[in-house]
Nanobody, 119 residues
């Protein structure tokens, strides 16, 4: 069983920065991929970024590449999403998720943290 707890959301002005954290509990994450997703009001949930726990291989959706950075701290079992140059269109609830490397579907989800970017 994997439990994920996000934190770090809030209200920020356009152009500002926030860092989201996802504290994860599990016996081992070596076979997992950790992801960040977001859901804006009235829209479907979308993929933002992911990182493989063991090798640190990262992926980003085009709209955040160059502005967001995903990282993980193995000692703290925590995944981060550093968000810079935030835009109003980044406003959403951000979710942390985890999946096994060999599967395609994220099976564990956090409760979400809200990010609001004002113009």
């Amino acid at each position: 069983q994997v439990q994920l707890v996000e934190s770090g959301g809030g209200l920020v002005q356009s152009g500002g920065s926030l860092r989201l954290s996802c504290a994860a509990s599990a016996r081992t994450f070596s076979s997992y991929v950790m992801g960040w997703f977001r859901q804006a009001p009235g829209k479907e949930r979308e993929f933002v970024s992911s990182i493989s726990w063991n090798w640190g291989i990262t992926h980003y959706t085009d709209s955040v590449r160059g502005r967001f950075t995903i990282s993980r701290d193995k000692a703290l079992n925590t995944v981060y999403l550093q968000m810079n140059s935030l835009r109003p269109e980044d406003t959403a609830v951000y979710y942390c998720a985890a999946r096994r490397v060999e599967t395609g579907e994220y099976e564990y989800w956090g409760q979400g943290t809200r990010v609001t970017v004002s113009s």
